[in-house]
């Protein structure tokens, strides 16, 4: 699934927007940002706005994502409630893996990747709904990198590699990537 993900979080936040804007929803900090970012004023152009850009570039919806973090930051309880589930969602799947592993006596590293868990609110969230877990050693999120990068912090770590073996298929990977 995509629970949790920017563009999840972003969905999440529209939602909330469009039912503030048309009066079934609570006043949030997210309907300011979001116009801005859209560089719209009137409520009722968001929605082309949206589509269009979703239609073009789904991923740059998910930069909505950092905008309810400023405003969970700002304490706006729909972003703060909107991160908190995204948290919760990340972990579940965390959780679904080391349950159909299964090796309860072995150490199990769990840990995540990616520009949601810049979130203070998201990564508290995340960790939090993981602490009950047996031999789970939680590691910080890592964030600002290709995904790949945290599959090989793990890989180094259940396996005692040097540090610059990260490096190494970081470097790999982004090389292939560019042709």
């Known amino acids: 699934g995509d629970e949790g993900s920017a563009i999840w979080i972003a969905m999440r936040a529209l939602g909330v927007c469009y039912k503030y804007f048309d009066g079934r929803g609570e006043a949030t900090l997210i309907a300011e940002k979001v116009l801005k970012f859209f560089g719209v004023s009137d ?35 729909a972003a703060r409630r909107i991160l908190e589930e995204g948290g919760r969602e990340l972990a579940c799947m965390a959780r679904a893996v080391y349950e159909k592993i299964g090796r309860e006596e072995e150490r199990f590293l769990i840990g995540g990747v990616g520009s949601v868990f810049s ?59 560019r042709g």
Request: a negative charge; charged letters at 25%.
């Open 119 to 177: 979130s203070r609110t998201l990564r508290e969230s995340f960790l939090q709904n993981l602490r009950d877990l047996r031999n789970v050693v939680l590691i910080d999120p890592l964030t600002g990198y290709l995904p790949i990068r945290g599959l090989a912090a793990i890989l180094a770590e259940a396996h005692h590699l040097p540090r610059g073996f990260i490096d190494e298929v970081t470097e790999n990977v982004s090389e292939l990537q």
């Open 43 to 77: 409520p009722r152009l968001l929605i082309d706005k949206v589509y269009t850009i979703a239609a073009r570039d789904l991923g740059e919806l998910g930069r909505i994502a950092m905008l309810v973090d400023e405003a969970a930051e700002q304490g706006d309880s």
